[in-house]
């Protein structure tokens, strides 16, 4: 795709048992990238045990003049996290070594960053106060900007300023955002992979896509949007929100209708529905409706609601009266069954103070509305203490809490123990007043690199001889892999299943040699990918 997304299927080939391998280059010759965190891909060399990755400056003079980065691996990926910049043009070159001894050394390849006006006008205004505690990673900003935790740009889109809600990393290393109406997904170099459009049945008009959207495992795509239906007199106007699952080629698959199921005329006049969050083990969908202060749970195999925290939409679902919370955002389900929501708490008006809220869920045994943490805006201004509109909040993996005050312009992490570890303030100049601005963001996400989950099938060499198949989880994250060995004619010979930690390798010796060859296919549990190895013989 341009250049920039990756093939989903690797061939390497053992043939008269010498191996040639089909493998991809990558940044690929005179590429040109949007990101300087990048993962560099290489063929493999047969014997080769180790890979030295060398890197400079293009500029004239020697390779070695100019050189700025220069690391082993025993892998043919190797990522490259820190020490590439904007504005810059790089050549780059792979070595080989086998026992001790150098025995291939590629071309010089070129790469360029391109320029960006934003490494002078955008400033992150990253405060740490306790390195320690912090969550390493990147943080997603909705004006389209990647940044590490000290504030440095790591990936910039093509529309800086432009808001980009939910702007999110996928599971396949991909960007996913929503941009004026409509809803995109995008590699990281920007080039387009899907786009949605505005849709017409036989009974109504769907587009105006809005606020949260969600990568599904199935490939598919499931979006906040508006929906008005015609020739319909009972049509409610007021109560025009939707949630559609589409597949890649625009084709709805699934589509829920809150003036369909919300049956409350006399109470409900408008929800403004703001976030989204699927259970998809269980297949149960969480909706934020600010206006109602309510959030519900829908059974997405039969499209009802089944309980409402707040204000009840029917009278078949069960109803959980609360009074903790007020104009929320960003609800979703945690690990330990726990809702956590950023409360805005709008009753007051502007003399209220928002706060962040993991509530545990109420059931017919146990119906209170009972927070399980809370933390409170205490910061000096107390204007600051008030958000009023957006916000958004995230539980970490080491168990704080990433939180956006998007009406203040604030991003901090807290603690369990509600310290302050971690703050950003962006701001962008003015290009004609060369005044600093605030550049706020309506939500905040994170991901521990822009590679989390990323794998590579290579042959296993010891003393020249390929002795099996090694398995390299280069991803930030921990992942599963589906191994099968399949004959010639496409029958399952052996499948197993393995768990693959972050950084860690697996070696699966040869099997037994089928008369016509076989297939090796490893797949991610994960992500997309496949990878595909054959083994042929004469």
């Not at 005179?30 to 014997?47: D, G, H, S, W």
């Not at 509530?359 to 600051?384: A, H, L, W």
């Not at 957006?390 to 123990?417: C, H, M």
Request: net charge positive; proline share 2%; charged share 20%.
């Amino acid at each position: 795709m341009k250049g920039h997304l990756r093939n989903n299927i690797w061939i390497l080939s053992f043939v008269f048992w010498s191996l040639v391998i089909q493998a991809q280059l990558y940044p690929s010759d005179k590429a040109v990238l949007r990101y300087t965190q990048i993962m560099f891909e290489y063929p493999q060399v047969a014997n080769a045990e180790v890979y030295k990755i060398e890197i400079a400056k293009n500029v004239s003079g020697s390779f070695e003049n100019s050189k700025v980065y220069s690391a082993q691996d025993s892998s043919i990926a190797h990522l490259v996290s820190n020490g590439l910049f904007f504005g810059n043009s790089y050549k780059w070159h792979y070595s080989a070594y086998s026992a001790g001894k150098k025995i291939f050394t590629s071309k010089d390849f070129t790469f360029e960053i391109i320029k960006t006006n934003l490494v002078t006008n955008f400033r992150a205004n990253v405060s740490v106060f306790d390195s320690s505690k912090v969550d390493a990673g990147l943080i997603l900003l909705d004006n389209g900007v990647i940044i590490d935790r000290l504030g440095n740009l790591i990936l910039v889109t093509d529309s800086f300023g432009v808001e980009k809600r939910d702007f999110s990393l996928t599971s396949n290393g991909t960007l996913t955002y929503l941009q004026t109406v409509s809803a995109y997904e995008r590699t990281l170099n920007g080039d387009l992979i899907w786009k949605t459009k505005e849709l017409k049945t036989e009974k109504e008009i769907i587009n105006g896509y809005h606020h949260d959207m969600i990568k599904l495992s199935n490939g598919n795509y499931l979006v906040m949007c508006k929906v008005l239906e015609f020739n319909n007199p009972r049509f409610r106007k007021n109560l025009n929100e939707a949630i559609v699952e589409l597949d890649s080629n625009n084709n709805i698959v699934w589509l829920w209708k809150e003036c369909v199921e919300v049956t409350d005329t006399i109470t409900i006049k408008k929800t403004h529905l703001n976030s989204i969050f699927l259970n998809e083990n269980r297949n149960k969908l969480f909706v934020s409706g600010r206006d109602i202060n309510t959030i519900f749970r829908i059974d997405r195999a039969t499209s009802k609601i089944e309980s409402c925290i707040g204000t009840s939409l029917n009278d078949a679902s069960e109803h959980y009266p609360q009074n903790i919370f007020s104009g929320q955002h960003s609800a979703q389900l945690l690990e330990n069954g726990n809702i956590l929501l950023f409360n805005n708490n709008t009753k007051s008006g502007k003399n209220s103070v928002s706060s962040i809220l993991e509530i545990k869920q109420p059931s017919r045994k146990s119906p209170s509305v009972v927070p399980q943490f809370g933390y409170i805006y205490m910061f000096d201004n107390p204007e600051d203490n008030f958000c009023e509109k957006g916000g958004d909040v995230n539980k970490l993996k080491n168990g704080n809490y990433l939180i956006s005050s998007s009406a203040n312009n604030r991003n901090f992490e807290i603690t369990s123990s509600k310290k302050i570890v971690w703050q950003c303030r962006p701001e962008k100049l003015d290009t004609i007043t060369k005044i600093w601005v605030p550049a706020s963001s309506y939500r905040i996400n994170f991901s521990e690199s822009l590679y989390p989950f990323y794998f590579t099938a290579q042959f296993n060499y010891q003393s020249g001889k390929v002795t099996g198949v090694k398995i390299v989880n280069e991803g930030s994250s921990d992942d599963q892999y589906d191994i099968e060995i399949k004959d010639s004619k496409g029958k399952m010979i052996s499948k197993e299943h393995l768990i693959v930690f972050k950084t860690k390798t697996v070696t699966i010796p040869l099997p037994k040699i089928v008369k016509k060859g076989y297939k090796l296919l490893v797949t991610s549990s994960n992500s997309t990918q496949t990878k595909e190895l054959i083994f042929t013989k004469n």
